[in-house]
């Protein structure tokens, strides 16, 4: 059986359903999950990712529009955008894409939006709601790394939980999951002592630290789980993982490839998570 977790095709099925129940949804009450983006500069990686964002949208049925503003927009201008994006109910998820330019306080634009519209559950409202164990809107790559453990059926609760990286946006949300799941959790981060020790604890290791092939087989417990959410650009141009896949995948159990592993999976979350805040817009 091979150990690969393929989230490249996880994600392509995840959609097609998704497509499916945006049909109805539409059908009977008439919604249609809208998705915005607003997009600052010309930075070339978020335009990458954004074009993808939009296409993905889109396949699923989704009504969605990026906004392009310039780089020199002022704070108080895209603090107006957003806002007029929180008002307007044909949107029901909004993305500020970052980085933004070093003039904008990334955390004010971040608390404008709408908690029921923040899509990337970046909001502090939604990071509570998820440590007190009431999540809303959750941030999208750890969401996706729970769907590609229970599509993969991996047993969570009970099991010991590493993850490396501790940033808001990957690792501290990742780890609440998991406990949400019932694992034991350790976040380990720069400064943890004997890194190897503590990864060889895992049950489940996740690697969420910006370090092309990092994790070589010597951090990884024969058997365990092994998600790679890295994303490095070699100097050759190449996209590689944080951790050495070759010889990681003799002692995993499953382990994700990069490209076409957890990136993927960030996408179909954020169209989920749209399309469920298009649902509750119908009930309330
Ligand atoms: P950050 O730079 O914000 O955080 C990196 C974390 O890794 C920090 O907690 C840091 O520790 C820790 N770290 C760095 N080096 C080491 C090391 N040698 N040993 C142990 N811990 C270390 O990164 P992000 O969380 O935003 O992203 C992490 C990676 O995931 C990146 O490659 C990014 O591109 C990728 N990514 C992929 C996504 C996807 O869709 N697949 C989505 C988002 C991110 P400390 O806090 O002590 O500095």
Redesign the pocket.
């Known amino acids: 059986m091979s150990k690969m977790i393929d989230g490249k095709a996880l994600a392509k099925r995840m959609q097609e359903e998704l497509a499916k129940k945006v049909q109805v949804l539409e059908e009977t009450t008439g919604v249609v999950p809208g998705l915005v983006v607003l997009l600052v500069g010309e930075d070339p990686a978020s335009q990458v990712y954004v074009r993808n964002k939009e296409r993905a949208a889109l396949a699923a049925g989704f009504h969605s529009e990026v906004v392009r503003l310039p780089e020199t927009i002022s704070q108080e201008e895209l603090l107006a955008q957003v806002e007029a994006y929180n008002q307007n109910s044909r949107y029901h998820g909004i993305l500020v894409q970052l980085p933004l330019p070093p003039h904008i306080d990334e955390e004010a634009i971040l608390l404008a939006i709408d908690p029921k519209k923040d899509v990337d559950g970046f909001h502090p409202m939604n990071m509570g709601l998820l440590w007190t164990g009431h999540p809303l809107m959750l941030p999208c790559?750890p969401a996706?790394v729970i769907a590609m453990l229970d599509a993969y059926d991996v047993a969570i609760s009970g099991k010991r939980a590493v993850v490396?990286?501790?940033?808001n946006?990957?690792?501290k949300p990742m780890a609440q999951l998991l406990l949400a799941r019932e694992a034991t959790v350790t976040i380990?981060?720069?400064?943890?002592e004997n890194?190897k020790e503590v990864t060889k604890t895992a049950d489940i290791l996740v690697i969420?630290?910006?370090?092309g092939h990092?994790i070589t087989k010597d951090y990884v417990k024969e058997g365990a789980v092994v998600i790679d959410?890295?994303?490095?650009r070699t100097d050759a141009g190449k996209i590689i993982g944080?951790v050495a896949f070759d010889e990681v995948e003799e002692v995993a159990s499953l382990i994700t490839p990069v490209p076409g592993g957890?990136?993927p999976m960030?996408i179909t979350m954020l169209l989920e998570q749209t399309y469920q805040a298009a649902e509750r817009s119908v009930i309330s």
């Open positions: 790559t996706g490396v990286g501790s940033s946006i990957v690792g380990a981060h720069s400064k943890t890194l969420a630290i910006g370090q990092f959410v890295g994303i490095n944080d957890v990136g960030t």
